[in-house]
């Protein structure tokens, strides 16, 4: 198993341009998500899917959006980059197994620099 | 979800045992404890977790207070490979995959010395 893949590792945009970040797992997992991490902090959760067709909202979802349209592509939109996005940005996926522990599995990454 | 406080920073000499510590006085009974570390340069991992009684597995073990309110993740014998930000996690696990929403602190930079 490739386990969580995501591309590109590294991006630089302009302001107000857009792009998608990719996530893929080969897993058959339920769940997937995304989070950004900025200097010296934790994860923050922008946006996660419980299931095909099935999309949520996290902590920090504004200026991203998301579908989920197969059960093993996750890919997070940004409409119109701005420099406050320029981060780090985590894909992980997850099973959901009742009664048993689900660990997340995280991507290598994607870095995000808006000028 | 219930708060934890970590300290920022811990060192440790290579081969040593490390005891990462983690208060989180404000657990409730349905939370698990979760342990992932970030190494440079990549995702998070998964390390360990736990309710109440203390775990071990092939990469650490995980003693929990009495109480419940704090918890000591404890490596053997730390290795290089072992210097990492590590993050205690609680979360409200039912019936399902309830972990997938994980929300993660500023954790513990560990590092090591040769």
């Known amino acids: 198993n490739a386990g969580v893949t995501q591309t590109p590792k590294f991006q630089v945009l302009k302001t107000g341009q857009s792009m998608t970040l990719q996530c893929a797992q080969d897993?058959?997992?339920?769940?997937m998500s995304w989070y950004r991490q900025d200097p010296g902090m934790g994860l923050r959760l922008i946006h996660y899917s419980v299931g095909a067709g099935i999309t949520d909202q996290g902590e920090v979802p504004n200026g991203y959006n998301v579908s989920r349209s197969t059960t093993e592509d996750f890919p997070l939109r940004l409409l119109s980059a701005a420099p406050s996005q320029t981060s780090v940005y985590f894909c992980a996926s997850s099973r959901n197994r009742v009664g048993s522990y689900n660990e997340q599995f995280f991507g290598p990454g994607t870095r995000l620099t808006v000028l | 979800d219930a708060k934890t406080t970590q300290p920022n920073s811990m060192e440790s000499n290579e081969e040593e045992p490390v005891h990462l510590p983690c208060n989180h006085s404000t657990i409730s009974g349905t939370d698990y404890i979760h342990w992932y570390r970030q190494l440079p340069s990549q995702g998070p991992e998964y390390v360990i977790h736990?309710?109440?009684s203390n775990v071990n597995n092939r990469m650490a073990s995980l003693a929990i207070a009495e109480d419940r309110k704090s918890s000591t993740l404890i490596l053997h014998r730390a290795t290089l490979r072992d210097a990492a930000v590590y993050y205690c996690?609680?979360?409200?696990?039912?019936?399902?995959?309830?972990?997938?929403?994980?929300?993660f602190g500023k954790g513990t930079l560990l590092t090591v010395n040769p």
């Open positions: 897993m058959n997992h339920e769940y």
């Open positions: 736990g309710l109440t």
């Open positions: 996690i609680l979360r409200e696990s039912g019936s399902g995959g309830s972990n997938y929403k994980l929300t």
